[in-house]
């Protein structure tokens, strides 16, 4: 498969994860880790329902013991973070500074073999914490005592985590993507086992929540995951983070049209700051390429 063609099958991962924020918010009071356990499980069940035509897929599932737990640890240790995250801080905010992993993995990419970081990475990691900074100024009873310090935590503790899942599956770009079913399984049975643990059992209770909740499993924690396991593998890697930063500005423009935020200026503000981080973080890359 061309570089090329990979990177837009990629891409089409980060079309179904500007709907992620916008699902959740909708699925309702489900708690996180039943959330993950309910939404994991359709997800792994959409990869697996490919080996009933090809039972091949099924081998996928014999890999090395640090494959397995790099792809359970950041499909698991990322969505745990960021489903609590929406439900500690508000969506729209929670969201863009869970948005800061394309940005880091524009960074995390560069050491990479043959790679090196360079001063346009770091002009580029400036300028997206600025963005981080605008937001939460924008928040005038934002304390550390606040409410929704633990929600950005997680935020910022689950864009660190995927975008060293990302990094790290292109040195294991041998192992087919029918793996990741495996993994999005392996993911619910431990949010299952978390939710019974940690949490009271909340059911959607109208039919919307029920859809919003189908929806997650089938698109942005389903399909997307498969389409960005060839991304990251196949594809151009730095192109694909810069791209992402379509997704928080595709993602809060739908949380605004759903009533899910507010237009204001400082959402836009920081907008703009990540995605021209993510640019000039990636500057050196365009420039090789054209």
């Known amino acids: 498969m061309p ?89 729209a905010e929670a969201g863009l500074i869970n948005y800061l992993w394309p940005l880091l993995i524009v960074l995390f990419s560069a050491f990479l073999p043959g790679e090196r970081l360079k001063l346009t990475h770091v002009a580029g990691a400036l300028a997206g914490f600025a963005g981080v900074v605008v937001l939460i100024s924008g928040k005038a009873d934002l304390s550390l005592e606040g409410a929704s310090v633990p929600g950005y935590a997680a935020a910022a503790a689950a864009a660190f985590v995927w975008a060293g899942y990302s990094v790290l599956s292109r040195r294991f770009g041998s192992v087919p993507t029918d793996a990741v079913a495996g993994f999005c399984l392996a993911t619910a049975a431990l949010s299952f086992l978390c939710h019974l643990v940690f949490e009271t059992t909340v059911w959607p209770a109208t039919p919307g929540q029920w859809l919003a909740v189908a929806s997650l499993g089938v698109g942005p924690v389903g399909i997307a995951f498969y389409l960005w396991d060839v991304g990251v593998k196949k594809g151009d890697i730095r192109l694909l983070g810069v791209a992402s930063y379509a997704a928080p500005v595709l993602s809060t423009l739908i949380l605004v049209a759903a009533g899910f935020a507010a237009p204001t200026w400082q959402l836009a503000a920081a907008c703009a700051l990540i995605v021209v981080g993510a640019l000039v973080a990636s500057l050196d890359a365009l420039r090789r390429r054209r």
């Open 3 to 91: 570089p090329s063609s990979a990177t837009a099958i990629g891409f089409g991962a980060v079309l179904l994860w500007s709907l992620l924020a916008l699902f959740t918010a909708a699925s309702g009071t489900v708690p996180p880790f039943q959330l993950a356990a309910m939404t994991f499980l359709l997800g792994g069940l959409v990869g697996a329902g490919t080996w009933l035509r090809r039972p091949r897929g099924l081998r996928a599932l014999w890999q090395p013991a640090q494959v397995w737990f790099l792809g359970v640890g950041g499909l698991f240790g990322y969505h745990a973070l960021y489903f609590a995250a929406l439900r500690l801080a508000p969506p």
